[in-house]
T-cell receptor, first 114, second 117 residues
Framework: AQSVAQPEDQVNVAEGNPLTVKCTYS??????LFWYVQYPNRGLQFLLK??????LVKGSYGFEAEFNKSQTSFHLKKPSALVSDSALYFC????????????FGKGTRLSVIA | EAGVTQFPSHSVIEKGQTVTLRCDPI?????LYWYRRVMGKEIKFLLH????????ESGMPNNRFLAERTGGTYSTLKVQPAELEDSGVYFC???????????????FGQGTRLTVV
């Protein structure tokens, strides 16, 4: 069975500092990994995905994520945090290509402090 | 292009009542999904439609939940009768078919917050 762990409920970072939101996963086959963000009163927005190829994936709003197969991790990163990055971040995985449903983590709330 | 729209955005109902949630996917998207997030927990899969057919309904909690997608366009999710544990945020998502041969991401609506009291 697939699963995703986001070990931190809350991450606090000062504006301008680098941020990392952690995600580890478990799948039986090759992982297809995604990050979504939910801003207040908004739906989930797609940030980036890893399907194959380069381990460093670049996405929207300056975010990037690094796929690490040996550590089964897909941490979300940004070199310099903005107050507007404050939101709820979800990591998700599926173990097959196409349109099978995603398995999500429980989310990490990011607070960027000015 | 309009995104995935859901309504109502909020619904407060009493235990035992019926509620119907609606989702309008992005036009042309064959795949439609329902997910639910109970407060502070994971977003959990409920159901997947491909056009008007139920591809996977393994996540539906019990037979009080009924989802339909008539004509392969919008979808409804009915809860009858509602129980306290049904409270949460219900998300709908849609994605294109895979006939183009590449991985497509799902686009989500803003969700319906259901509170059963």
């Amino acid at each position: 069975a697939q699963s995703v762990a986001q070990p931190e409920d809350q991450v606090n970072v000062a504006e301008g500092n680098p941020l990392t939101v952690k995600c580890t996963y478990s799948v039986s086959g090759n992982p297809y990994l995604f990050w979504y963000v939910q801003y207040p009163n908004r739906g989930l927005q797609f940030l980036l995905k890893y399907i194959t190829g380069d381990n460093l994936v670049k996405g929207s709003y300056g975010f990037e994520a690094e796929f690490n197969k040996s550590q089964t991790s897909f941490h979300l990163k940004k070199p310099s945090a903005l107050v507007s990055d404050s939101a709820l971040y979800f990591c998700a995985v599926r173990d097959s290509p196409g349109n099978t449903p995603l398995v999500f983590g429980k989310g990490t709330r990011l607070s960027v402090i000015a | 292009e309009a995104g995935v729209t859901q309504f109502p955005s909020h619904s407060v109902i009493e235990k035992g009542q019926t509620v119907t949630l609606r989702c309008d996917p992005i036009s042309g998207h064959d795949n439609l999904y329902w997910y639910r997030r109970v407060m502070g927990k994971e977003i959990k899969f409920l159901l997947h439609f491909v056009k008007e057919s139920k591809q996977d309904e393994s996540g539906m909690p019990n037979n009080r939940f009924l989802a339909e997608r008539t004509g392969g366009t919008y979808s409804t999710l009915k809860v009858q009768p509602a129980e306290l544990e049904d409270s949460g945020v219900y998300f709908c998502a849609s994605s294109q078919g895979r006939d183009r041969g590449y991985e497509t991401e799902a686009f989500f609506g803003q969700g319906t917050r259901l509170t059963v009291v």
